[in-house]
Structures are given as structure tokens and as C-alpha cells.
């Protein structure tokens, strides 16, 4: 097919605005699916994206439309995550395309990721096509749409197309759209092979799975390919398109998106924004793939079977392969033993890779409480990263630490604003900017803590806001704070999995709050047992466990008193032994509502290294929930 009948766009919108079920309706109406194969969230793969009703991986399809025009028409369609986590794979989406569909919720308006996404598809000079969706809803306010995408968009309202995805209103006037308004694909006129991978994923059974937008000249089957970050030579075993499944064609032409199989079989072998090019004509330079990500989050996940360490390592880099922005390296710890420190782009990320590998590796893990990393610089002048707690240089080492910021964009209306500033102060933030959007919403620019939206922000943004409100932020460069780092002492003994760097103002409100919800998990002993929040050698908080008492007189009955003064001596002599030699187990609790609430119980007898690794979430703490154990 002539590159002229290419179409190559993306679905770009914020959270729950209908992208995935535009998608299917799409499908539906280009009879690419069969009616035995429909089903709702069609594009979306894995399990956690059903259960969660959200996109978490962008999934290519093409599909073949014949248009008005008479002209058969190739369009290959990429639906992309809403949530601000995933706003990479949109990025690295939109790199393979040149236009991007733009939903807005007929009800809702543009929201904060949508402005978001519009911003990624300007950057790349894509042809942005308006949709106004669920103009079926009895809610639907199309007046005030049209002015949040005149005022806020810079989109002339008059270029939008009214559509319900759910109920199929205005399929033709997209597709029609599409093949109008979105140029077809430019290629390189030397007819060099240039293909640029925008993701992978690993298959047991045929390796690495290349998804790629070819950019000039042809791939086929038996070809030798080269990539450009590694200089290894494959040998291509089969290429295809998505429709949706992976259907084998004879080759990928130019304009074309699709996947490669070559013979890689192990996932370091292939990067996301690695070039393929001819073996034998290969061109001068690669293309300029992706921006380098940076992972906002840090957690430490460790095997609960301390022999699974390699096994987990291997599961770790097969899910690298399709998700750049996880990083991970070794890591051991005192009370957990080996493992890893894991970066994330946020906590649904997390959430996403900890959810995966029990699924899809079958590993049995441990997950430590969210962190971010810090600069810290010495005395001596040495700069170091710090995204450990417990690799924090002593007090009288450190010069200045600097903690991560991040620009907060929130759409509320305006009868929140005053709860929401008051929040975005508890949280050590300040408000920047106000800017009215239309008669009854405004938004917030402010600058906040990285560290302090992690758990509970968008939660309680959320429940101030009655569910109205949305946020999007982006990273904006470190400043330097009054931090400390806190320990956690369980009978006199440091848990290194339960430190965490504090604001020096917050220390002693957060080491009480924690050593009390660790008084309610922890179960009582035969001896005192004292839980203390510690900085530099200094308690700040203590809570004590009472001990549990035995009734060693209940068989004396009558008698001389000093029989039972001697027995209760005894028993006093026999817990001062047991406080020396003590065993702390913290036990594994479910926290309800909570990323990685936990809900199988450990039995059987374990020794206090494994008794450490079962303890898990705090329950009912919302500001820093104890995430020592995580296991499903």
C-alpha cells in the first residue's frame, strides 16, 4: 500500500475520559475485530488493566478503512494511558505518530492531564484533532466545553467533533477526520532502513518482541538487521502488524507500524529508542529516540526466599524491556537480607511492577515504604545521591541536603480553593499562580515537596474536592530543606526498614504518630517491650507494649504469702532474661484501601530474620504507611 494511504495517530486524554472504548468502537466499526471477538477494553492486555479499568501499556492496532472517497485507507492507531505515571509511554507513543485524537469529557471539560498530553503532541508538531465525548450524558455541557477549548486549549471550537464512544455517535466523522486532517507519514528518500523501536515486550517462547515505526526503507523476514546502541547483528525471524492480535506479514514498509521478532533472547539485547537499520546498507546515524527518564519514586523489593534472588533479578529486567522508566539495582539489607532498590515514576508504577512480578514471574516479594532521592553534599564538598534512607551520611558529615520538587497543576472548582491551598501549605508547599478557567473552576500552579504528594495528596485532593478535582505535576529541579533522617528502635534495635528522611518541623509529630500505630501491630511479649522514634541518638517519641503477665500463683491456694512472693520473684528474674535475649515479631497485617495492602498471613514458626520481613503496612496510617512487607 502506497505510504500516501498511511495514517498513523494516537488517542490522547486525561484519565477516564473514554480513550480505550473509542478505541474498541473504532475496531467495531472497520470490522477489524469479528463479533465473536468483542469485548469491552479490547486493546488492553494484561489482567491488572481490566481489574483496573485503566491503560496501563499502549497497544498498536492497524486498521483498514475505506473512506469516502473511495480510497482504502491504512491507519495504524495507538491508545495510550490517561493516568500521570504512564505520561512516558504517551511520549514514546506519540513519537510514531503524526496526529493525536484529543478527548475531552463532555461533562468533566479539559482537565489537568489533558492539558498534559496536548502539551506532549504540540511538542512534536503532531495534527491534534478535538473529540468531545459522552455528549450522551445527561450532565454534558457543551457550551462550556466549547470555551475551556477556545480558552484553554487555543482550539477553535468549531473544529471538534461531538462523539459517545459508548454508544457509537460520530465514528464516521473521526475516521473521516483522521483520514483528512493527519498528514501522511514523510520518509528519507535514500530508502535506508530506519526503524525506530518504541516498545518491546519478552515472549517465553519466540524472545524479544520489537513494536517499531518504520521510518524509511523495508524490513522483511531473513533480513540481517543491526541496532545502533548495542552493534549486534540479528537475523529477522518474522515481522507483522497488530490487528490487534500479532498477524505475520511478508515485510514492513515505510510509514508502516509493527513488531520485529529477531533472534534475541535476552532482555538486555534491545533498548526502547534503539535504531534498526540494514546489516548490509545500514544508515549513517540513528534516529533521536527518547528523552532519558528519570524515576521520581524509590522502594526496596526483596525476595522473601532469600535463594529467589536471581530468579527475581531475571523477572526484573524482562519487565524493563518494555518499561524504560523501571530502574532497579542490588541492594542488601539488615533485616531483609539481598535485594533490590527499585525506581518508579510514581506509586501507581509501583504498584503496576510489584502487582507483576506475583503475576506474571509467580515471585513471592517484599516491598519497602516509598522514598525519593536526595542530593546531599559533605563537609568536604562531596556531592552524593541518596535514595536509601539508611545510606544517609551521619549529621555532622552533611552540609546541605536537597529534596526533589515538583510543579503541581490542579483543575478544582472554585468553592474548594481555600481547603485546597490550606492542604498544599500542610503539605510545605506554597501557590504560585491562580488563573480562573472558566465560571466555576480555577487552576492552581504550586510548587510542593515531591516527597509530600507521594501517599495521601491526591487522596485527600480528591475527597476535599467531592471527586471534581484533578492534578498533574512535573519534575522541577531540587531545593534545599531542614531534613533529618529517623529511626525506628523496636527493643533497643534499629529496623533499618522502617527509617525514613523527615522535615526537621514534622520529626516529632511523625516518629509519634508511627510508634503508635506500631504499638497497635506489634503483639504483646513477656517483657516491656519499647518502640522508640530516634534522630542522631535523641528519642523524640516512645510508646511501650506491657508485657503479658502469667498467673504463677493460681495453684497456691492458701498458705504462708512468701510461697507466692517467691514465685512472682521468680517470675520477675525469668522476664529480665527473656528482655535480654527477646525476639520482636512484627506480624503481617492487611491494610484496607491502601497500594500493596497485603492479605495472606505467614504461619508456622519463623526465626527473626523472616519474623522482620512479615511485617507490613501500618493500619490506619495515612500520612506514612509502613510498607515493610508487601506480599499478596
Known amino acids: 500500500m502506497s505510504i500516501e494511504l498511511t495514517r498513523n495517530f494516537s488517542i490522547i486524554a486525561h484519565i477516564d475520559h473514554g480513550k480505550t472504548t473509542l478505541s474498541d468502537r473504532l475496531l467495531e466499526k472497520t470490522n477489524t475485530i469479528s ?66 485524537l484529543l478527548i475531552v469529557d463532555a461533562a468533566q471539560g479539559v482537565e489537568a492531564q489533558t492539558l498534559a498530553n496536548m502539551h506532549l503532541a504540540m511538542d512534536l508538531n503532531l495534527a491534534i484533532i478535538p473529540v468531545i465525548n459522552k455528549i450522551d450524558l445527561p450532565s454534558a455541557n457543551l457550551p462550556n466545553v466549547y470555551r475551556q477549548l477556545e480558552d484553554i486549549v487555543c482550539i477553535p471550537h468549531e473544529e471538534a467533533i461531538h462523539a459517545s464512544a459508548k454508544m457509537g455517535i460520530g465514528i464516521d466523522d473521526i475516521l473521516e477526520a483522521v483520514v483528512r486532517r493527519i498528514p501522511p507519514p514523510e520518509t528519507e528518500k535514500d530508502g535506508l532502513l530506519r526503524a525506530l523501536v518504541f516498545d518491546s515486550v519478552y515472549d517465553a517462547y519466540r524472545g524479544v518482541v520489537s513494536y517499531v515505526r518504520v521510518i524509511s526503507g523495508s524490513v522483511q523476514r531473513g533480513m540481517k538487521v543491526k541496532l545502533f546502541a548495542t552493534d549486534e547483528v540479528y537475523e529477522v525471524k518474522e515481522v507483522g502488524i497488530f490487528t490487534p492480535k500479532m498477524t505475520r506479514t511478508d515485510s514492513l514498509e515505510a510509514g508502516d507500524v509493527g513488531y520485529i521478532i529477531a533472534n534475541m533472547k535476552s532482555a538486555a539485547d534491545v533498548k526502547i529508542g534503539d535504531t534498526y537499520t540494514d546489516y548490509t546498507r545500514p544508515c549513517p546515524s540513528p534516529l533521536p529516540g527518547f528523552k532519558e527518564i528519570r524515576p521520581m519514586v524509590f522502594s526496596g523489593i526483596y525476595p522473601v526466599d532469600s535463594s529467589d534472588f536471581e530468579a527475581l533479578k531475571a523477572a526484573m529486567a524482562k519487565l524493563q524491556i518494555n518499561d524504560a522508566a523501571f530502574s532497579f539495582q542490588a541492594e542488601s539489607s539488615v533485616a531483609l537480607g539481598f535485594g533490590f532498590r527499585c525506581g518508579f515514576l510514581g506509586l501507581l508504577h509501583m504498584e503496576i511492577i510489584q502487582e507483576r512480578l506475583r503475576r506474571e514471574f509467580n515471585m513471592d516479594i517484599i516491598s519497602t515504604y516509598p522514598s525519593v532521592i536526595y542530593e546531599v553534599t559533605k563537609t568536604n564538598g562531596e556531592e552524593t545521591n541518596v535514595d536509601n534512607p539508611s545510606l544517609l551520611p551521619e549529621p555532622q558529615e552533611i552540609q546541605e541536603i536537597r529534596e526533589p520538587i515538583v510543579k503541581v497543576f490542579i483543575m478544582l472548582p472554585g468553592e474548594y480553593i481555600g481547603d485546597i491551598m490550606q492542604l498544599v501549605l500542610e503539605k510545605r508547599g506554597s501557590v504560585t499562580n491562580t488563573e480562573t478557567i472558566d465560571d466555576t473552576r480555577v487552576m492552581l500552579t504550586c510548587t510542593v515537596p515531591l516527597a509530600e504528594i507521594l501517599v495521601d495528596f491526591n487522596d485527600k485532593l480528591k475527597s476535599m474536592t467531592r471527586g471534581y478535582g484533578s492534578m498533574d505535576y512535573e519534575y522541577a529541579g531540587y531545593q534545599a530543606a531542614k531534613l533529618i533522617k529517623m529511626d525506628m528502635l523496636i527493643a533497643g534495635e534499629p529496623v533499618d526498614a522502617f527509617s525514613m528522611i523527615v522535615h526537621q518541623d514534622k520529626a516529632a509529630s511523625r516518629g509519634r504518630e508511627l510508634a503508635e500505630r506500631l504499638k497497635n501491630v506489634i503483639p504483646r511479649q513477656l517483657f516491656t517491650v519499647a518502640i522508640q522514634a530516634c534522630i542522631g541518638g535523641k528519642i523524640i517519641a516512645r510508646e511501650s507494649i506491657s508485657p503479658m503477665r502469667k498467673d504463677v500463683t493460681a495453684k497456691c491456694y492458701g498458705g504462708d ?72
Open 35 to 100: 463479533e465473536r471477538e468483542k469485548q469491552d477494553q479490547l486493546l488492553d492486555a494484561m489482567d491488572l488493566e481490566r481489574e483496573k479499568g485503566i491503560t496501563i501499556k499502549s497497544h498498536p492496532v492497524t486498521i483498514f478503512y475505506k473512506a469516502k472517497d473511495g480510497k482504502t485507507y491504512k491507519l495504524n492507531l495507538l491508545d495510550t494511558p490517561g493516568h500521570v505515571d504512564f505520561s512516558y509511554e504517551v511520549s514514546r507513543s506519540l513519537a510514531a505518530c503524526e496526529g493525536a
Open 561 to 632: 504469702v512468701t510461697r507466692k512472693r517467691k514465685l512472682l520473684e521468680k517470675q520477675k528474674e525469668g522476664k529480665k532474661r527473656m528482655k535480654a535475649i527477646g525476639k520482636i515479631n512484627i506480624p503481617q497485617e492487611k491494610k484496607a484501601g491502601k497500594p500493596g495492602a497485603v492479605a495472606k498471613e505467614r504461619q508456622g514458626g519463623k526465626n527473626r530474620l523472616r519474623n522482620l520481613r512479615q511485617g507490613s503496612s501500618i493500619p490506619g496510617c495515612e500520612e506514612a504507611p509502613v510498607m515493610l512487607s508487601d506480599r499478596a
